[in-house]
């Protein structure tokens, strides 16, 4: 089954200890992204990666980092937690640049204490 | 970059009514227009999109139509049904623009009265 995978799904941790919420694809594909969703606010890009080892910032990058070691991995790394990081993440991926669709994990709720 | 605007914020219509929702975009190179939906809980999931080549698209009681010229696009929903009741988002993308991510709109919470 083509899906989008991401762990965990709910996490509770305490401000500065560093954590990672992993991200995997199944479908090939080369583009993959973090957002981040906040009531009123909709759905805020973090960063995306266009290929292996291509990364680049979203339009909320600040305290997050990712890395692209292989195609099908997409991690998010939040090295100091901070409470403004409480949110609901989704990764996403999709075939390539242009008009394709992007398929959504099944989110991560984070918060952070 | 890019920046959509999306109304309303909250739609309520009665079940069997059609709901309307409405996005402007600011960039005109932006040529890819989707409609996401999320049941409370859940993940977006994609219902209907459009390309800047076509100004109307159908899907069943789902249809989006794009006015490139005034740069704003619209989810049509006919004969709504309580399954319907979730969040929209609308969305767009540059193609070409070295940025894969989808600009998305805020959100309309649409709820289906019995």
């Known amino acids: 089954e083509a899906q989008v995978t991401q762990n965990p799904r709910y996490l509770i941790t305490v401000t500065g200890k560093k954590l990672t919420v992993t991200c995997s694809q199944n479908?090939?594909?080369?583009?993959m992204s973090w957002y981040r969703q906040d009531p009123g606010l909709g759905l805020r890009q973090i960063y995306y990666?266009?290929?292996?080892?291509?990364?680049d910032k979203g339009d909320v990058p600040e305290g997050y980092k990712v890395s692209r070691k292989e195609k099908r991995n997409f991690p998010l790394i939040l090295e100091s937690p901070s409470p403004n990081q409480t949110s609901l993440y989704f990764c996403?991926?999709?075939?390539?640049?242009?008009?394709?669709?992007?398929?959504f994990g099944q989110g991560t709720r984070l918060t952070v204490v | 970059g890019e920046n959509v605007e999306q109304h309303p914020s909250t739609l309520s219509v009665q079940e069997g009514d059609s709901a309307v929702i409405k996005c402007t975009y600011s960039?005109?190179?932006?040529?890819?227009f989707p409609w996401y939906k999320q049941e409370l809980g859940k993940r977006p999931q994609l219902i209907i999109d459009?390309?800047?080549n076509v100004g109307e698209k159908k899907d069943q009681r789902i249809a989006v139509t794009l006015n490139k010229t005034a740069k704003h696009f619209s989810l049509h929903i006919t004969e709504t049904q309580p399954e319907d009741s979730a969040v929209y988002f609308c969305?767009?993308?540059?193609w070409g623009g070295g940025a894969d991510g989808l600009t998305f709109g805020k959100g309309t919470h649409l709820i289906i009265q019995p």
């Open positions: 996403a991926s999709s075939l390539g640049q242009g008009n394709t669709e992007a398929f």
């Open positions: 479908m090939n594909h080369e583009y």
């Open positions: 990666s266009m290929n292996v080892e291509v990364t």
């Open positions: 960039d005109s190179a932006s040529n890819y």
């Open positions: 459009i390309r800047s």
């Open positions: 969305a767009a993308r540059i």
